[in-house]
């Protein structure tokens, strides 16, 4: 049996890898058209920050320690330029001499990855993808000892690591973002911490503009708000593409999300050809839709379940949530499943919760605080989604959310966990349970409520809204308009209250439930704001950077 793998990175290694493992028998080639193969795509931005110091760490793999190990013929510096179905050959162009070959094939894996989207025209720009562009970008820099400039396009995971590491290297960065919100895959109110994170640093943050091209003077960019910046250096992280070109050419199903078609055991619609990782379509866990996930993890399991496979032993891959994980200047942002502007795009009912716990025992020192967001399916309380922002801490929280969707517990479900704790680690209670806790009292209906963006619309519609904070922290800030009434006053002036529906809050949510449980007791209509003061602030916080009209146009 001889497989032909395209692709020596991510998925095609875990394929081959497992392959081996599998069958000690099997012929097993990996075509990578680059100089370098398994390569730490992820390490990339931390070696341009310094983080990483050796080049060589990044290079966890060389063709000749595959073949030792696995006994893997890697053929590095050969691009596969075509895929001959019928005659199940493909065929291979030596990317230093030109010399073109036809290499026969019994099994096939496409592993080609993804490809960025290209950057506006005339423009030059760099890529952070590849150990080259880090060669390229650390050439520019070392070669302005004095500080270097630069402009990075587009907000994103990858966008977002490389301001964090041009800045630990003394870089003046701006970062020149289309969308009003910094890394999209969050809810807005979840990801306005970042904005001020990065602004902190010095980094000049553009929400709303584009780039149009080199300035006139030939020295930096020309935005779309009007303005020009200086930039040694272009990277342009606005995104990628699957990399289908092969598929397509071999006439390949293309599935509807862009990227190659595959059955639940990665086989493609050629039932002698697989395909695996960044330039193929996954499947939601949420909905069964069609989906793109562009991350390591899914590369490298599904390597794997095409491997297992071939090999004759299939397993299903599972389904992908899009769990990720983010460090932004010590913020950690983190996230799995749907959030709440997809589901509202797709039209799909949901519960939220909002919390704002501390990752341990609020007594203990270092404790860090941090806010979780759960999105829920009212009608089978099942979890769609999860953001966490924060510190320490967030990671296991993500970890085990996305655990129990993938084992299908349901919201409530999350109250009856029973994690490790010391003080030093989580609470009694931890954050976990706690956002439990909420979903379940709204599940029960022992709880009603309601969302920062939905708050004017309520008080417009007649609702009044009332602190039950304490007196200090009222007058430290509030909501415009509203009434304070501490809570442990509230029992004792309930007279004072008028018979219109309420919406309580506190600094977090915690004191506006208890005011919710004992107002509702005594027969008023009440909503407690969910995550407090503090979601709605951050929520509040957006409309600063909401863009002009004439930004807008432009
Ligand atoms: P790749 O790993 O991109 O490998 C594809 C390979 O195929 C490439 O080397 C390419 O040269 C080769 N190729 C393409 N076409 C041909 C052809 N015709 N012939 C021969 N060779 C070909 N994911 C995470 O989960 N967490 C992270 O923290 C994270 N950080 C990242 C940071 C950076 C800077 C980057 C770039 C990516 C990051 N990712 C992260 C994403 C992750 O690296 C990818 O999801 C993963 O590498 C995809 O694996 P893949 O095998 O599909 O593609």
């Known amino acids: 049996m001889r497989t032909l793998i395209v692709g020596g990175v991510a998925g095609g290694m875990s394929a081959a890898t497992r392959l081996r493992r599998l069958d000690e028998s099997a012929e097993i080639v990996v075509f990578e058209r680059g100089q370098y193969v398994s390569f730490a795509n992820c390490g990339l931005p931390y070696y341009v920050g310094g983080v990483i110091t050796n080049r060589s760490d990044l290079l966890l793999q060389t063709p000749e320690s595959l073949t030792a190990r696995f006994r893997l013929d890697v053929r590095i510096n050969r691009e596969v330029t075509s895929v001959d179905r019928a005659a199940r050959t493909v065929t291979v162009r030596d990317t230093i001499t030109g010399d073109v070959s036809t290499e026969p094939y019994d099994r096939l894996v496409l592993a080609a990855g993804a490809s960025a989207r290209s950057a506006p025209r005339g423009l030059a720009t760099t890529t952070l993808r590849t150990i080259d562009d880090v060669d390229h970008i650390e050439s520019v820099l070392s070669g302005r000892p004095d500080g270097a400039t630069a402009v990075v396009i587009g907000a994103g995971f990858i966008g977002l690591e490389a301001v964090e590491n041009l800045v630990h290297r003394g870089v003046r960065v701006t970062l020149v973002q289309r969308g009003m919100q910094l890394f999209g895959p969050l809810d807005p109110e979840m990801a306005a911490p970042l904005l001020a994170t990065l602004q902190e640093q010095g980094v000049d943050v553009r929400l709303g503009t584009t780039v149009l091209g080199a300035s006139a003077d030939g020295l930096g960019l020309a935005l779309s708000d009007g303005t020009t910046v200086a930039a040694d250096l272009v990277i342009d992280a606005s995104g990628v593409s699957p990399d289908t070109s092969l598929a397509e050419q071999a006439g390949l199903r ?110 203990y020192p270092g404790a860090e605080p941090m806010s979780m967001k759960l999105l829920i399916d009212p009608q089978t309380d099942a979890i769609l989604g999860a953001q966490i922002v924060g510190g320490s801490g967030v990671d296991k929280r993500i970890d085990v959310i996305a655990t129990a969707m993938a084992g299908g517990l349901t919201a409530s479900a999350l109250t009856r966990l029973e994690l490790a704790y010391a003080p030093q680690f989580a609470s009694a209670k931890d954050p976990i349970n706690q956002l439990g806790y909420v979903a379940d009292n709204l599940r029960a209906g022992t709880s009603r409520n309601i969302q920062w963006h939905e708050l004017a619309a309520a008080r417009v519609a007649g609702a009044v809204l009332v602190d039950v904070r304490s007196i200090g922290e009222f007058e430290g800030g509030s909501i415009p308009g509203a009434i304070n009434v501490p809570l442990d006053e509230l029992r004792s002036r309930l007279a004072d209250l008028p018979t219109a529906p309420l919406i309580v809050h506190c600094q977090v949510g915690q004191r506006g439930h208890t005011a919710a449980r004992l107002l509702t007791q005594h027969g008023f209509d009440v909503r407690n704001l969910d995550g407090g003061y503090r979601t709605w602030l951050a929520g509040d916080s957006l409309s600063t950077v909401r863009p002009t009209p004439e930004r807008i146009l432009a």
């Not at 960044?278 to 590369?299: F, H, R, S, W």
């Not at 997809?342 to 919760?353: P, S």
């Open 254 to 363: 293309i599935g509807a999300s862009g990227g190659v078609w595959v059955d639940d055991t990665q086989r493609t619609s050629d039932a002698f050809i697989y395909a695996v990782g960044d330039g193929v379509e996954k499947t939601d866990a949420v909905t069964g839709d069609p989906l793109l996930v562009t991350m390591a993890g899914l590369a490298n399991r599904h390597g794997r379940a095409a491997a297992d496979s071939i090999a004759g032993q299939p397993e299903p891959a599972s389904p992908a949530l899009g769990t990720a994980i983010l460090g932004l200047f010590g913020v950690v942002v983190a996230l799995t499943g749907w959030s709440e502007k997809r589901l509202v795009a797709a039209g799909r009912a949901h519960r939220i919760a909002h919390t704002h716990p501390v990752s341990h025992a609020g007594y």
